[in-house]
């Protein structure tokens, strides 16, 4: 079974740092480029960042600004996010997927004060 | 950036009935699209991938069609458990994945 896990979220001040991991099972992972994806509260799905299988091409949304840094390692079939300093609007759902055919059941970031 | 457009923004529609929904690119994704329904608290649900194949456990009753820039998702007849906001999406090309803004199915 196709199972991508996301953990890391929570409450965290404007400014701070979160660090989210997804565990990726079920599939060949090291075959797929990887993406994080994020909804905010009554939006639609957002791409925030994705990174390729080898991890030879990365990119950011605009919005992301230098804050953020994804990376893979694919020994481990995981995923991870650093989040550098957050802001209110970066609070929403945060899924991982490959793209397409597999999404985690999301993590909760919410920066507030 | 590729750029995605749903239409109707809100759809109601009769159990029983057929719902249509539309999907538009701004350039061709060839058949690189997905379609995903979402329900209130729950994350997006793939239904069909590469345009017209249903995902794992997918009913047969919704069906997706079309390449290049125009697409369509078909509900053939609406059930209850239907409801929710749909979504398309291209993994054609990124930097980004692009979304459209959702079709609302109603039921009536």
Not at chain 1, 51 to 62: L, M, P
Not at chain 2, 64 to 79: A, D, K, W
Request: hydrophobic share 35%.
């Amino acid at each position: 079974e196709v199972q991508l896990v996301e953990s890391g979220g929570g409450l965290v001040q404007p400014g701070r740092s979160l660090r989210l991991s997804c565990a990726a099972s079920g599939f060949k992972f090291d075959d797929y480029a990887m993406h994080w994806v994020r909804q905010a509260p009554g939006k639609g799905p957002e791409w925030v960042s994705g990174i390729s299988w080898n991890s030879g091409k990365i990119d950011y949304a605009d919005f992301v600004e230098g804050r953020f840094t994804i990376s893979r390692d694919n020994a481990k079939n995981s995923l991870s996010l650093q989040m550098n300093g957050l802001r209110a609007d970066d609070t929403a759902l945060y899924y991982c997927t490959n793209g397409y055919t597999a999404w985690g059941q999301g993590t909760l970031v919410t920066v507030s004060s | 950036e590729i750029v995605m457009t749903q239409s109707p923004v809100t759809l109601s529609v009769s159990p029983g009935e057929r719902a249509t929904l539309s999907c538009r690119a701004s350039q061709s994704v060839t058949t690189n699209l997905a379609w995903y329904q979402q329900r209130p608290g729950q994350p997006p649900r793939l239904l069909i991938y590469d345009a017209s194949a249903r995902a794992t456990g997918v009913p047969a009753r919704f069906s997706g069609s079309g390449s290049r820039t125009e697409f369509t998702l078909t509900i053939s007849s609406l059930q209850s458990e239907d409801f929710g906001v749909y979504y398309c999406q291209q993994y054609h090309n990124w930097p980004p994945l692009t979304f459209g803004q959702g079709t609302k199915v109603d039921i009536k």
